[in-house]
């Protein structure tokens, strides 16, 4: 792939099905002899007393009957039971949910066929934050990384948004947020964090602001061939692909430490396209972008500001996600180095009350030297539980827990985006009642935010966020959107990582 960008959208690739190649013709005068295995049977069937060619046949119609019922049952309502293990109150009532045959099926423009999203038990059964210990249990598909992005439209998108807690309300905030990201485009195809909406940042940086637009009308279904923001999607990716260089580096154009951040999230934007679309004539830049994420990594496991320079947790949290983005999108990532950032997050791992890293810790801080940070704990787990500790560890639970205690609030002196970001992501992976206690505020609390009239409908103020004087709306707006997200964005951890 040239520095040029994606030339022709995949719709325009040659349909070799039409190439005018076809089978060569049987002589249909030719009859012709069954061989090997084929040939014993009908020669036994043949050979067979008629009275035992009938019982067989009798039989085969048996078992077919006794299966169609069976196929109806999975075919026409599947049901999820979430239940709440919490003893006492409304909540240990078991909710559950239908899918009809006719909602199995995806609307005329979602671009995939029925057939290729169907939901199956086992696709149900990965998304169910609790599964009833009543009655029989769902069998449990093995968890496959792979399949990170597969919620993001269709039928499995709607029945995520119910069994995480999403709400008309909710789709609504995200729906008004990616209207505004699409007015805000500007002609080259870029996003800007300063111009052209009021309360800009301070500082420039076209490569991450435009990388995380892309990650929030990605994570409503949109991919730079389908969906209803394509054409955005397709300008913004080009705009990346021209400033991506032969080492696979976005950034030479953002300022100071600034490119470190948008390098890893314009490889994140890209891995997810190439992985929701599967155009191959994306790989080679998404490859492109991983090798230069793996080159920059520390001996010591973390990423900072620069490349093998000494990590902090706030920049090694987005080149986690860059390379997990690449594993569900099927690139290759080594193992040795994905487990080498275990090191890093060891040295700020902590313990209330012990100095230094604590192996048995439920914090992190930003360094090695600091005091552990809600934000940098909400982002250290987010980053154990991809890299493979399961959801129901001690260290994870317990840290959750200090999470919910500090919700999303609505007044301006307490506003944290970039906290909220990562907190919500931890928590929606680790599921359970922290989870469903958190959402509970944030389904209310992050669209009341929302401006909802003006020239900045659909936008959130950046006031009072300790990160808003820099990012500016757009960064407050794209931050909010993922989180309203959530319950979709990514396939969540909670029931494949216990298991």
Known sequence: MTNSGVATPINQLQDFSDSGVSKPEQDPEQEQEPEGWDRWISK???EAPSWLVSTMVHIAIILLLALIPLHQEVTKSLVLFLGNSEAGGEGDSLTSFNLSESEMMLGENDG?????????ASDLSVIAPELTEIGTQMAVADFSIKKGLTGRSGTMKGALLKAYGGTEQTEKAVALGLEWLERNQLSDGSWSLVTPFSSGGTSENRPAATAMALMAFMGAGSTHQTGTYQPNVYRGLNYLLRLQDDDGYFAAKSAGIQRTYSQAQATIALCELYGMSGDPKLKESAERAVGWALRAQDQGGGWRYEPRQTGDTSVTGWYVMALISARMAGLDVPSDQLDRIHQFLDTVQRKEGVRGPSPDGDQYAYQAPSQP?????????????????????????????????????TGVQGRDYYYWYYATNALHH???????????????ELPEMQIRSGKERGSWPPEGDPHGSAGGRLYATVLSILCLEAYYRHMPLSEMANR
């Open 44 to 46: 036994s069937v043949k």
């Open 112 to 120: 995939e066929s029925a057939e290729d999203l169907a939901v199956s």
């Open 373 to 409: 940070k809600i934000s940098m704990t909400a982002e250290g787990m987010l980053c154990r539980m991809y890299l493979g500790w399961k959801t129901d560890d001690p260290r994870i639970t317990e840290g959750c827990g200090k999470v919910t205690g500090e919700p999303i609030v």
């Open 430 to 444: 680790a599921g359970g009642a922290n989870w469903r206690k958190w959402n509970d505020v944030m389904k209310q």
